[in-house]
Nanobody
Framework: QVQLVESGGGLVQAGGSLRLSCAAS????????MAWYRQAPGKQRELVAI???????NYEDSVKGRFTASRDTSKNTLDLQMNSLKPEDTAVYYC?????????????????WGQGTQVTVSS
């Protein structure tokens, strides 16, 4: 059973910082990419940051210079350091991973999602 477990959300004042963590566990052969998405109330889910298997990182324009994504390949973890938070960053943040995993019939590649963690930034 493959799982993604997020932690680190919470309530913070504007200008503050939070660090989100995501840990992937289970019968993982390889991690092809990991990413953070977020979904604010009444809005579509949007990509915040993505790290490819090669280590390249891309960010949504509104978080560039404020958010930093990092991976620990030895631990299968993905962190998101969020600084200078704004009220418009308020959302549920989801970790996702493009994984190759062992199944009963060999290996298969698919996307997995965490349960989400709430980030609330007060003004």
């Amino acid at each position: 059973q493959v799982q993604l477990v997020e932690s680190g959300g919470g309530l913070v004042q504007a200008g503050g910082s939070l660090r989100l963590s995501c840990a992937a566990s289970g019968s993982i052969v390889s991690i092809n990419a990991m990413a953070w998405y977020r979904q604010a109330p009444g809005k579509q889910r949007e990509l915040v940051a993505i790290i490819t298997s090669g280590g390249s990182t891309n960010y949504e324009d509104s978080v560039k210079g404020r958010f930093t994504a990092s991976r620990d390949t030895s631990k299968n973890t993905l962190d998101l350091q969020m600084n200078s938070l704004k009220p418009e960053d308020t959302a549920v943040y989801y970790c996702t991973a493009d994984l190759t995993v062992y199944t009963g019939r060999g290996a298969t590649r698919r996307d997995y999602w965490g349960q989400g963690t709430q980030v609330t930034v007060s003004s």
